[in-house]
């Protein structure tokens, strides 16, 4: 190029984005170790990132079965007839179980209460010599109906039923660990447990129940047998247990009160299983809250080592950085330049935490006979978040290379 007057002028230097990558990519080949560790706090925050995504994407899945199995599928009815009207005798009628069973969509239901004994009625294996002493243990009377709500898995035997009930007669179901502590091993013997100076016969012991725990640590005995030996319960003891088919229990909750007293159907309070989707969301929401802030931790971390790093390398090069301005270079290039050094490390990170997380997400649902879910979303935007937490990282360090000036960095 030539001025007005005919002589030769000087051409401005120009920096293209091939250049640009070549340059970024020899700085990063300088030192492939330091390269390597500065690019892992990128590889950490963005495979968590994508880690947490897919697996709380999964185990949402994994919760709705559960939710179905168990929760969606359990109702409660208590009495409050007491809070309704301080007069009022136990809200629960005679035919409750009957009332409810007949409503479509329930499996099983059942009243139960824990009865109200003396404080020196122990339950004994004995009335006299080894296994008298007795031991202190909740005595539960409880339909057959809500037994079987309870989804028991028995050790030995079986639980009462309809007819022992109907007939009031004196037989219990206990649990494995109140068996243990009276020293009952067997049922073949046919052995009694005593409630106070009451014998009940040892129907089944239970080991295991996917619904109201305490039927483990206490003796059940039929509703219709405590009411005949000890009485009534007093008002608001007694409750009732629902099981339900899936998707039923929202409705039968509606329908149960009613049901079991149209006279009075405020004296009944009936607790409906929690939404499977709000409490889904829940969940979800408090696992990528908590997650996300690990993987937030990550990244910054991993962004101050890329700041660093790329800070070390402007001082390390300064002479370098001192022949390119001299050569005529800008110093908007020298930070372009710096700024896809850092830019580059941070891309490569967040490629190989992706590929880190999608892997981590897979091996998971794997081992846990899942069904992997990672959103198309995530896998595309984390090397995106890694490219960018790079660029930021590199942007006071490119600052300070373009500040240099040739002849004081010559000097170096």
């Known amino acids: 190029m030539r001025d007005r007057h005919g002589g ?30 500065t690019a892992l706090g990128t590889v950490l925050g963005v495979g968590t990132f994508v880690a947490i995504l897919g697996l709380t994407a999964t185990t949402s899945s994994q919760i709705d079965a559960r939710f ?19 007069f009022a005798e136990q809200g629960f009628p005679a035919d409750a179980d009957a009332r409810i069973e007949r409503l479509g969509g329930v499996r099983d239901a059942g009243v139960y209460w824990t009865v109200r004994l003396r404080s020196d009625v122990t339950v004994r294996a004995a009335p006299v010599g080894d296994g008298a ?15 079987r709500a309870a989804v028991p898995h028995l050790a030995q035997g079986r639980l009462y039923d309809e007819f022992a009930s109907a007939k009031a007669q004196p037989v219990a179901v206990i649990g494995a660990s109140v068996a243990a502590r009276l020293g009952i091993t067997t049922l073949e013997t046919r052995p009694a447990v005593f409630i106070g100076d009451e014998p009940f016969v040892v129907a089944g012991i239970v080991d295991d129940v996917e619904r109201r725990p305490d039927v483990l640590m206490s003796v059940s005995v039929p509703r219709t047998t405590a009411e005949r030996m000890w009485g009534p319960p007093d008002a608001g003891a007694a409750k009732m247990l629902i099981a339900t088919e899936t998707g039923a229990a929202r409705q039968i909750a509606q329908e149960a009160p009613v049901a079991l007293r149209p006279d009075h159907p405020e004296y ?9 989707r709000a409490l889904r969301a829940g969940v979800t929401g408090d696992l990528d809250q908590l997650f996300l ?14 700041a660093n790093t790329t800070l070390v390398a402007v001082l390390e ?4 950085i001192g022949l390119r301005r001299a050569l005529g270079a800008r110093g908007r290039h020298i930070t372009v330049q710096f700024l896809a050094e850092s830019g580059a490390l941070g891309a490569i990170g967040g490629l190989v935490g992706t590929a880190l997380g999608v892997c981590t997400v ?26 960018v937490t790079g660029v930021v990282a590199g942007l ?5 290379a373009s500040r240099i000036e040739p002849a004081e960095a010559l000097r170096h």
């Open 317 to 320: 090069r300064t002479g370098e």
């Open 8 to 37: 030769r002028v000087v051409e401005p230097s120009r920096l293209t984005p091939r250049d640009t990558l070549s340059e970024a990519v020899a700085g990063m080949l300088q030192r492939p170790g330091r390269s390597v560790l």
């Open 68 to 86: 179905d199995l168990l929760t969606a599928t359990e109702v409660s009815v208590e009495d409050i007839s007491r809070e309704q009207n301080e």
């Open 268 to 276: 009944l309070k009936a607790v409906p299983p929690p939404d499977p």
């Open 133 to 147: 002493d007795g031991v202190p243990v909740d005595v539960v009377a409880a339909s057959p109906g809500a037994l």
């Open 362 to 387: 897979i091996g998971v649902a794997l081992v846990r006979e899942w069904t992997p879910v990672v959103h198309p979303t995530a896998v595309v935007a984390a090397p995106l978040i890694g490219l």
């Open 293 to 306: 802030l690990l993987a937030g931790v990550c990244l910054v971390i991993g962004a101050v080592g890329i």
């Open 396 to 400: 006071y360090p490119a600052w300070r």
